[in-house]
């Protein structure tokens, strides 16, 4: 069977939903799931699953707007935090060393998956824009750029 780091977004509780469901199913099929989170996200599996915690990334809103102004500001506040947890998940990672990477919305695993070479199944639409090639619609070509 897999060895399996399963990265999923702390934000609100839609991805650990998700998670719940996939990890549980990949263990139930002989598995060896390792789950990293951060936030919600932690605090809603960790009772039921061994869970690394890391910090992670958030997103800040204005007018029901995400605001890249405070999204940037409160994220470069976590700068150090996350390079420690970047270190803990560097760790996992070569101690596990993992078959496949699976992404919920979380950079730190797709990063690593990529870094590592590792095989990554991403299941939002952010790797998708980081990590492929595809057509900038006009007017949206600093969009690209702050996302690439």
């Known amino acids: 069977m897999s060895r399996v780091i399963y990265g999923y977004s ?4 839609g991805h650990s939903s998700r998670t719940r469901e996939m990890a549980s199913y990949l263990i139930g099929k002989g598995h060896e799931v390792h789950l990293v989170s951060y936030d919600r996200g932690y605090k809603n599996l960790r009772d039921d699953f061994e869970v ?18 405070a999204t940037i500001a409160e994220n470069v506040k ?11 998940l560097r760790d996992l990672f070569k101690q596990v060393r993992p078959d496949v990477v699976v992404c919920d919305f979380e950079p730190m695993t797709a990063y690593l998956a990529e870094y590592f070479e590792i095989p990554l199944i ?9 990590y ?3 057509d900038v619609p006009p007017g949206r070509e600093s969009d690209a750029a702050l996302i690439h």
Do not use: C, F
């Not at 299941?123 to 980081?130: G, S, V």
């Open 52 to 69: 690394l915690e890391i910090e992670g990334l958030t997103l800040s809103s204005e007018d029901n707007r995400v605001s890249v102004l």
């Open 122 to 130: 991403s299941l939002d639409n952010q790797h998708r824009m980081r």
């Open 132 to 134: 492929m090639e595809y």
């Open 10 to 13: 702390g934000e609100g509780s």
């Open 78 to 88: 976590k700068l150090p935090k996350g390079t420690r947890a970047l270190g803990k």
